[in-house]
C-alpha cells in the first residue's frame, strides 16, 4: 500500500541528489524497501562530506558522524535540516511518526525515538538519537513483532539489547520476534561479555576463547540462578531462540530443563537435562561440538574392504555416497563391501549444483532422472532415500526462485516410475527447512560444517534431519587412512542396509573397464527401463514392450518377426480391449521413448535384440499350460524352438555328411560359440533368458531388467543356475519331457506347419521321425550338459 510520507520522502531524495555523482535513484512508489534505506544512507553521506558515497553505513559514515553530530536532538541539528530530513524519513519507513515539519526535530520526533528506545527494551525516557540507534533506524530491521515472530524471542531481544547494547561493539538488535543472523551474533556478544571479554576481543564469533570459556563456566541445571553473570537467562535465550518455550527468569526450573531434554534428544545429544557445553554449542552453531562423536560420514572416495574395516574400527556404522560423477560414485561391489563391513548406506545426488544458476525445474528432471537411473541400476528398493545437494549459501530469493522449482523437477522423475524414492535434500539449515516445509523433500541432510554460511547463521535445526555434516578429517590405522566427514546421525534416520538393495550383477563383458560398469548389459537394460516406465507411470505389458520393440529392431535378423506385438492392424494388437484412441495414445509414447532410447553398444546389440525378440515371443503368446511340458508352443518359436530349427538347417545344409549321427552333432554344437553357429551359447543364453524372464514375472508387475538382474545375479553366484531353473521350469526337470518338447515342433499341429514354413531354409527338406526325435534328443543333451 502507498504510503504518501514515504512517498514524499522519495521525491525529495531524488530530487536533493539526484544530480550527485555517486546519487542511485531511488523509485517512487511509496512502498518502504532496501532501495529507500540505501538512498537515505547515501543521503546522510553526502551531507556528512563522506567521499565516495555508497549504500554501506561504515566505519567512515561512523567516524564523519561522530565528529559533526555525536547524537541526534533538536540543539544539534538547528542548522542541518537535511539531517533531519533523513532521519525523519527513516522514521517514516520504520512505521513512526516523523514529525509535523519538514527538517524540524520537533516534539513528535523526539516522542517517536522514545517510542522507538522502549520497543528496542533500551531507555524510553531517552529523545535524542545516537550513532547505534541511527546505524539501526537505517536498515530494514523491525522493532516490533512481524509475521512468523513470537513474542518469547522478543523478549530475549529486547533484554540483549537492553543489557549489552552500552559495549562498544554490540549492534542493536531488531526486536522482531524471529531468530535471524543479528540475533545469533548478538547472543554469541552477550556470551563474550559475559565471559568478561574486553571490547576489541569479543567479536561474536564462536572461536576457541567462546569454547573454553563455555566449557569452564557456563554450565548450568536445575536449580541454578544468575548472579553475578546471567548464564541461566543467556541460556533460556538461547533455547527460545531454537524455539524451546521456556521461561526466561534466570532460573534454571521444571521448563527450562524440560525443554533441555527434548533439544538434547531431537539434536542426538545426551539427554542429561543440563545445560552443558555440548548443548550450548548445539543451541549456538551449526557445528555443535565437532568433537562430539558421530556415527555417520561421508565421502567422495570410493570405499575398499580396508577402507569400510577402517570405518567400523572407528564407530562409524553408516557411509553415505556418490550417484554420479565418475570417481565419486558408488563403484562396482562396493555396496557389497560397505555391507559386508557391517556398515550401512545413504546415496547422494550432486552434479556440480555449487551455485544458483545449476538449478531449474529442468535441471531437475535431469537429476532425478540421473538418479533414478543409478538408484535402480544398483538395487535400491522402494523407500531409499536419496539427497539431493544444495551446496552453496542460497538465500531466500534464490531458494524460491531456482532452488524449489528444482526439487519439483526432481520430484517429478524420481517418483514417476514403479520403484518409488523418497526426496532428501543437502544444504544448509535454511535450505533444508524450506524445501521440507514445501513438502518436497522428506528428510535433511544438513551442510552445518559451513557454519559462516548465511543460511546456518539464525537457524534451528530443520524438520526431518537425517544427518548432521560436522567435521572434516582423515582417519587412519596402520595400513590405511581415509579422508571423511563426520556426521551426526538422527535416530530418524533410515540408511539403507542388506535388505533395503537387491543384489546386483557386475560386469558382464570385456573390454569394459570397471568404473564404466553403467555402460553394460543389465545396466543399459535398466535405463531403457527408466525411461519406459516414466512414460507409463509403472512397469506394465506397454513399458515392457516399449523397451523390447526397441532393441528387437536393432538387429535386421529380428526387426519382422511375426510375433510382432505392433502389427500394423489394430485388431492385431494383443491388448484387445482398448479401443483405437488408447492405442493411438500408446503408439505415441512408444514413438516418444524411442525417440529418447539411447543406443547399446554395438557389441551388445545382436544379445540384446535376440533376447527382446524371443520375450516377445512368450509375451505375445505365453507360457505352456500346466501339465503341457512334453509340447511346444507358439511363444518357444521365438526362442529355443526357432534356434532348433535353425541348428537343422545348419546340419542340414554343411554337417550331414561329415557328423552323420545327428544327435551327437547337435550334442556337441548347441550352445557353443564357434564361427556361423546357428544355436550359439548366447542364442541359448538368450532363449533360456527370455522364458525365464518372463516365468518370473507373467503378470508384468516387475520390469524386465528388474528379472534380468535376478538371473543374470545368480548366474554370476552359479553360472549353471540359468539352465538347471529352465529345465525345471519348462520341462519340470525332465530330460524325455525336453526331448519331446524338441520333437513336438516338427510333428506337432500346429507348430509344424509355422515351423516349417518360417523357419526352413531354401533346399532344407522337413525331417523325418527319426530325425524329429534325434533333434528332440540332441536338444535335450545340449541343455541337460549346461548343467
Known amino acids: 500500500m502507498v504510503d504518501a510520507k514515504i512517498l514524499s520522502t522519495q521525491q525529495w531524495l531524488n530530487s536533493t541528489y539526484g544530480t550527485n555523482t555517486y546519487w542511485a535513484r531511488v523509485p517512487e512508489n511509496g512502498l518502504t524497501g532496501w532501495p529507500t534505506v540505501f538512498g537515505l ?53 520504520k512505521g513512526y511518526l516523523g514529525g509535523w515539519t519538514d527538517g524540524v526535530f520537533d516534539r513528535a520526533v523526539a516522542a517517536s525515538i522514545g517510542i522507538i528506545n522502549g520497543d528496542l527494551g533500551l531507555d524510553p525516557t531517552i529523545t535524542s538519537v545516537d550513532l547505534k540507534l541511527l546505524k539501526s533506524l537505517l536498515t530494514m530491521d523491525a522493532y516490533v513483532r512481524v509475521n512468523g515472530g513470537t513474542n518469547e524471542k522478543r523478549e530475549v531481544q529486547q533484554w540483549l539489547n537492553g543489557k549489552y547494547s552500552r559495549r562498544r561493539d554490540f549492534p542493536l538488535l531488531p526486536c522482531d520476534g524471529l531468530f535471524s543472523r543479528n540475533a545469533q551474533l548478538g547472543l554469541m556478544y552477550a556470551i563474550q561479555y559475559e565471559l568478561d571479554m574486553e571490547d576489541g576481543v569479543a567479536n561474536g564469533n564462536f572461536g576457541p576463547g567462546t569454547r573454553r570459556g563455555l566449557r569452564s563456566e557456563a554450565t548450568v541445571a536445575p536449580g541454578s540462578k544468575d548472579a553475578r553473570h546471567n548464564w541461566v537467562r543467556l541460556y533460556q535465550a538461547a533455547l527460545r531462540f531454537n524455539d524451546c518455550n521456556c521461561a526466561f527468569s534466570g532460573t534454571y526450573e521444571e521448563s527450562t530443563r524440560t525443554e533441555t531434554v527434548a533439544f538434547q534428544s531431537y539434536a542426538e545429544l545426551p539427554a542429561t537435562g543440563r545445560g552443558d557445553y555440548q548443548t550450548w554449542a548445539s543451541l549456538l552453531v551449526s557445528t555443535g561440538d565437532d568433537s562430539r562423536p558421530g556415527i555417520a560420514s561421508d565421502m567422495s572416495t570410493q570405499l575398499t574392504s580396508a577402507h569400510c574395516s577402517l570405518l567400523h574400527s572407528k564407530g562409524y556404522r553408516t557411509v553415505g555416497r556418490y550417484l554420479s560423477v565418475l570417481t565419486k560414485r558408488y563403484a562396482p561391489g562396493e555396496l557389497g563391501r560397505i555391507f559386508a563391513a557391517g556398515l550401512k548406506t545413504f546415496p547422494i545426488m550432486q552434479e556440480a549444483n555449487t551455485s544458483a544458476g545449476d538449478f531449474s525445474y529442468e535441471k531437475g528432471l535431469d537429476h532425478g532422472f540421473q538418479a533414478l537411473r543409478r538408484l535402480r541400476q544398483l538395487g535400491f528398493k522402494d523407500g531409499v532415500t536419496a539427497f539431493f545437494a544444495v ?25 514417476s516410475t514403479s520403484v518409488r524414492y523418497n526426496t532428501g535434500v543437502y544444504g544448509t539449515r535454511n535450505v533444508c527447512s524450506r524445501v521440507i516445509s ?25 524438520p526431518n534431519w537425517s544427518y548432521d555434516q560436522i567435521l572434516n578429517y582423515e582417519i587412519r590405522d596402520s595400513a590405511t587412512s581415509l579422508e571423511i566427514d563426520k556426521n551426526i546421525q538422527s535416530s530418524r534416520a533410515r540408511p539403507a542396509g542388506p535388505s533395503d538393495v537387491s543384489p546386483t550383477p557386475l560386469v558382464l563383458k570385456l573390454p569394459l573397464t570397471e568404473k564404466q560398469f553403467d555402460e553394460d548389459y543389465y545396466w543399459y537394460l535398466v ?64 514413438v516418444a521413448f524411442e525417440a529418447s532410447a539411447p543406443p547399446p553398444l554395438n557389441f551388445l546389440v545382436p544379445r540384446l535384440s535376440h533376447l527382446a525378440a524371443s520375450s516377445r515371443g512368450y509375451a505375445r503368446f505365453g507360457l505352456i499350460e500346466p501339465g503341457a511340458e512334453r509340447t511346444a508352443s507358439t511363444g518357444d518359436l521365438a526362442a529355443w524352438a526357432g534356434d532348433l530349427v535353425n541348428a537343422w538347417n545348419e546340419w542340414y545344409l554343411f554337417y550331414r555328411h561329415q557328423s552323420p549321427s545327428l544327435r551327437d552333432w547337435l550334442r556337441s554344437h548347441i550352445g557353443e560359440n564357434y564361427a556361423d553357429a546357428r544355436f550359439s551359447g548366447e542364442d541359448f543364453e538368450c532363449d533360456v533368458d527370455a522364458f525365464l524372464a518372463y516365468s518370473l514375472d507373467s503378470e508384468n508387475r516387475r520390469s524386465f531388467s528388474d528379472c534380468v538382474r535376478q538371473i543374470e545375479y545368480e548366474s554370476m553366484q552359479d553360472p549353471k543356475w540359468r539352465y538347471r531353473e529352465f529345465a525345471a521350469r519348462r520341462f519340470g526337470g525332465s530330460h524325455e519331457a525336453a526331448a519331446e518338447a524338441g520333437k513336438a515342433i516338427f510333428t506337432g499341429w500346429p507348430w509344424v506347419s509355422v515351423a516349417l514354413s518360417r523357419f526352413l531354409e531354401d533346399g532344407v527338406p522337413a525331417p523325418s521321425d527319426a530325425q524329429s526325435s534325434a533333434l528332440g534328443l540332441g536338444f535335450a543333451d545340449a541343455l541337460f550338459a549346461k548343467f
Open 438 to 462: 514445501a513438502g518436497l523433500a522428506s528428510e535433511g541432510f544438513i551442510a552445518s560444517m559451513s557454519w559462516g554460511w548465511s543460511g546456518n547463521l539464525g537457524f534451528k535445526l530443520p
Open 391 to 415: 551446496d552453496f549459501d542460497a538465500i531466500d530469493d534464490e531458494i524460491s526462485a531456482r532452488v524449489l522449482p528444482y526439487f519439483r523437477g526432481v520430484g517429478s522423475y524420481l517418483n
Open 527 to 590: 535405463e531403457l527401463d527408466v525411461r519406459a516406465e516414466h512414460l507409463e507411470g509403472r512397469a506394465n505389458v506397454f513399458a515392457r514392450d516399449y523397451v523390447l520393440r526397441y532393441l528387437q529392431r536393432l538387429e535386421p535378423n529380428y526387426r519382422e518377426a511375426v510375433w510382432d506385438l505392433y502389427a500394423p492392424a489394430a485388431e492385431e494388437d494383443p491388448l484387445l480391449s482398448l479401443n483405437a484412441l488408447t492405442i493411438a495414445e500408446k503408439q505415441d509414447r512408444r
Open 41 to 93: 544512507t547515501r543521503a546522510l553521506q553526502i551531507e556528512l562530506g563522506v567521499p565516495f558515497p555508497s549504500d554501506n553505513f561504515g566505519a567512515m559514515t561512523q567516524q564523519y558522524f561522530m565528529s559533526q553530530f555525536g547524537v541526534l536532538s533538536a540543539s544539534t541539528t538547528a542548522n542541518r535540516p537535511n539531517v533531519i530530513r533523513i532521519l525523519q524519513g527513516a522514521l517514516w519507513c
